[in-house]
């Protein structure tokens, strides 16, 4: 139930943002037809991931494939951040006019969000991927290759029990906030 309001909240923002978009799915649904729009994702196109790779290695073939399709400005989410919005995706588009890089930082030391106008292959590498030093190492090497990087708002991503609680106002199981 959690995952399908998530997958509804990043949808709809997706939708009033009027942005091009492609949903990357990590896995292919039992029905997969990607002819067919995806009830969870009205109206817009959908290809399922390849599972070979580490997250870094999956994120930078669906940038270089975004890219190497035409797309001058790329942004990736993803669906576990229940404060991205429409507004903050179209910040994320109009901030790669003027910047290489943008960031949307989550609260546990990832982000929400990644957007480049054209592929930055090596912050994709030497990665502790869903850690908390993500960020902290993904701007190392945007300063170390002299990109200049737009920050989006700090937000919180479910990824726990206690996330959850934490979204939903209310003590997570530890009791605590």
Known sequence: AVYRELLALTAAAITAA???ATV??????????PTQPRPEWPGLPWRVQPAAGALGERMAQAFGEAFAAGA???VIIGTDCPGLSAELLRQ???QLLSHELVVGPADDGGYYLLGMNKLHAELFTNKAWSTATVLPDTLAD???LGLRVAHLPTLHDVDSAQDLATWRGRPGPSGGQ
């Open 72 to 74: 001058g400005r790329v």
């Open 92 to 94: 994320a588009f109009d």
């Open 18 to 20: 009027q942005v091009p």
């Open 142 to 144: 945007a300063a170390r």
């Open 24 to 33: 990357w799915l990590a896995e292919a649904p039992a029905e997969a037809d």
